[in-house]
C-alpha cells in the first residue's frame, strides 16, 4: 500500500517551453503532497508544500510562477515547471503523506527533466 | 531550525566488510521523526527506516543497523559484510511533530562497495 506514481520518468523539452509534471497516490488519500528538486550529485532540497485545495507553500528561493502546483484533487497534485530553460534541468521527486499515516512518507520514482 | 548533517561524501569499501554512515540532526523539537533513505543509480528513494524520537532502542534488520543516540544528536547506520547492490546513495532525514511538514534531508553518503 501508499504507493505514488509520479510521470513522466524523463523528459526533454525545448527552452521557453513548458512542462508539466504528475504525481498521483494511487491507494491512499494525501492531503499534503512535496515537490522536491535535485541536483546532480547533491541532496533534495524541498521546493513547496501542496495541499489539496488550496495554494501551495514554496520555499524561500522558489520562483511560484516560473513552478507551478496545483493540488486539486486528493490524489494528484501536479508541478509545471513554465518556460523552462537548461538551469531547470534537474531531477524532480514528489513526496505523499498518507492521511491515516503519522508520519509515514511516501516518495513517486522522480522525473528527470533536461531542458534544451 | 532543522538541519541534518551527513559528514562523509563518499565512502569505498570491499565487499564483505562492515561500514557505518554517520547522520547528525539539530531540531528544537522535543517529539521528531528520523528517517533513512537509499537512492540507487535509477533515483527512486527506498526507505530504510524510521525512528521516533521517544525510541532509543537500536534497531537490526538482516544486514543493517541503526543506532540512535539522542544525547549526541546521532542517527547512524551499519551495514555489515557489504555487497555490492549496496552501492548507492543514503539519506538521512528529518522531520518535525507538526503535521504536513516535509522531511528534511542530509546531503547523502555515496556509498561504493567493490567485489
Known amino acids: 500500500g501508499a504507493v505514488v506514481s509520479q510521470h513522466p520518468s524523463w523528459v526533454i523539452c525545448k527552452s521557453g517551453t513548458s512542462v508539466k509534471i504528475e504525481c498521483r497516490s494511487l491507494d491512499f488519500q494525501a492531503t499534503t503532497m512535496f515537490w522536491y528538486r535535485q541536483f546532480p550529485k547533491q541532496s533534495l532540497m524541498l521546493m513547496a508544500t501542496s495541499n489539496e485545495g488550496s495554494k501551495a507553500t514554496y520555499e524561500q528561493g522558489v520562483e511560484k510562477d516560473k513552478f507551478l502546483i496545483n493540488h486539486a484533487s486528493l490524489t494528484l497534485s501536479t508541478l509545471t515547471v513554465t518556460s523552462a530553460h537548461p538551469e531547470d534541468s534537474s531531477f524532480y521527486i514528489c513526496?505523499?503523506?498518507?492521511?491515516?499515516?503519522?508520519?509515514?512518507?511516501?516518495f513517486g520514482s522522480g522525473t528527470r527533466l533536461t531542458v534544451v | 531550525a532543522q538541519k541534518v548533517t551527513q559528514a562523509q561524501t563518499e565512502i569505498s569499501v570491499v565487499e564483505k566488510e562492515d561500514v557505518t554512515l554517520d547522520c547528525v540532526y539539530e531540531t528544537r523539537d522535543t517529539t521528531y521523526y528520523l528517517f533513512w533513505y537509499k537512492q540507487p543509480p535509477s533515483g527512486e528513494l527506498v526507505f530504510l527506516i524510521r525512528?521516533?524520537?521517544?525510541?532509543?532502542q537500536n534497531e537490526i534488520s538482516g544486514r543493517y543497523s541503526w543506532n540512535f543516540q539522542k544525547s549526541t544528536s546521532s542517527f547512524n547506520f551499519t551495514i555489515t559484510a557489504s555487497q555490492v547492490v549496496d552501492s548507492a546513495v543514503y539519506f538521512c532525514?528529518?522531520?518535525?511533530?507538526?503535521?504536513?511538514?516535509?522531511?528534511?534531508f542530509g546531503k547523502g553518503t555515496t556509498l561504493s562497495v567493490s567485489s
Open positions: 513526496s505523499a503523506r498518507p492521511d491515516r499515516e503519522v508520519y509515514g512518507y511516501t
Open positions: 532525514a528529518l522531520r518535525a511533530n507538526q503535521a504536513g511538514t516535509a522531511l528534511i
Open positions: 525512528r521516533n524520537s521517544f525510541d532509543e
